[in-house]
């Protein structure tokens, strides 16, 4: 599987607090079939500034890959960011150097209040100003904590694509409407947004298991098989 969103980086958000949890968190996530991890580090525009935070993600990420060595007990890590979306992202030529690596996909983060058609706006124009393809993050947060179910419709003709978390299916409240999102090809990618080995710890072998009890394997390989071919692996 591919985990397309998660704060593994250590000591730089707050995510991993140390090496030791970053190593545990990607042992966990291998263990649970990941073999592709992206690291979404935080970026909040109001209180940094790209360079530095590119310079904090590298060095994080160097001394994590220091202390992986040659192992073959870790996903493949590729390096991205989570942008809380802000006005004027789409001219914000620099958002460009956190676009995921070897991808055309810029994670973007909406403010946890209800969605604008300006933002929405914003955020599908980034597609062109910034040469990218805008994914919204974990859109099933929105629908809980805003008590909104309408937010899968209002992006639906829009050019962007779409993230889950992967607690969308494991959490019992919503894991109908998250089999239902997947059968109707509503969701783009999959993600554990995990941020430790605590509260919110890896998860993605318990979605694909959810998945798979409903009966929805075939679904969720072709699911995966897509997936796969836009990271070109
Ligand atoms: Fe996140």
Partial sequence: MIDFH???????????????????MLRESRRQGVDLICATSHFYADEDDPASYLARRNHAYARLRAAMGDSKEYPEIRLGAEILYFPGISVAEEMRGLILERTPFLLVEPPMMPWSEEMLDEVELCGET???????????RYMRLLNDYTLFDRVKDRRLLIQVNASFFVHHDTRDFALECLREGRIHFMGS?????????????????????AGEARIFSDFQERVYRVFGN
């Fill in 6 to 24: 998660s704060h593994i980086l250590p000591e730089i958000d707050d995510g991993s607090d140390s090496i030791e949890t970053s190593l545990a």
């Fill in 130 to 140: 910034l040469s990218c393809i805008p994914v919204i993050a974990h859109i099933d």
């Fill in 193 to 213: 947004d995990c941020h430790n080995m605590g509260s919110r710890r890896p998860n993605m072998g318990h979605a694909a298991q959810v998945i798979r009890h």
